[in-house]
């Protein structure tokens, strides 16, 4: 009888008792094994802690651009040197191409002279012709004779006072009238065949003081830039 009684005993623990402890010592041995030294943050009792105070913060504007340069003096303006064009110009488009030169010569037409007092440029008819320097025009007509529609200019340069007259040009093509001044490379016509000509081209003749016609081709080359 004691011994069914001992067995009544241990037979009769709960079922929860067993099961409890067997959580629990598993529980232990995974705790043990994932939890490992804690981490610890101090911090002393008089640290300062930062705070932002509204209205105490400061706003920098960009710096101011720099000063503009002083003003040029007007006498430095007027000692400035002034390009106004060139000098002397060609008075066509395409100055290679003459069809009659300076100087002796077979007449090209009964009546034209043998001592050709000009050069004629073949530069094509309507094309531009232009003043050779600046000057000032002291002749300009569609009645020119021989000429035909011609312009002369009176002009001062290296010192010296040399005309530049241009013939043969196409009838309502001049630009300017005696007085008018001109500047060199301007257009004051266009290329024609008026006069006592053979075909569309510019006549240029150019003389000084005495009247003496020169080689314009020569001159103008000896100083065209």
Known sequence: MLFAGGM??????????????????????????IVGDPQS???????????ITPGTYVVESAPPPPPPPAPIAVAELEAAPVFN?????????????????????????????????GVDFNSGDGTPVMAVAAGTVISSTDAGGGYGVMIEIEHQVDGSTVTSLYAHMSYGSRLVEVGDTVSAGEQIGSIGSTGQ???AH??????????????????????VG
């Open 8 to 33: 009544a005993v241990a037979t009769s623990v709960p079922a929860v008792a067993i099961t409890t402890s067997h959580t629990d010592t598993s529980a232990t041995s995974q705790t043990a094994a």
């Open 197 to 199: 000509s053979t075909g």
């Open 85 to 117: 064009g060139p000098v002397v110009a060609w008075p066509v488009l395409y100055p290679d191409r003459i069809s009659s030169p300076f100087g002796p010569r077979t007449a090209p037409c009964a009546g034209c002279s043998t001592d050709h007092d």
């Open 202 to 223: 510019l006549h240029l003749e150019m003389y000084g003081t005495d009247g003496v016609r020169f080689d314009g081709y020569d001159w103008l080359a000896a100083r």
């Open 41 to 51: 943050l101090e911090v002393a009792a008089d640290a300062a802690v930062s705070t």
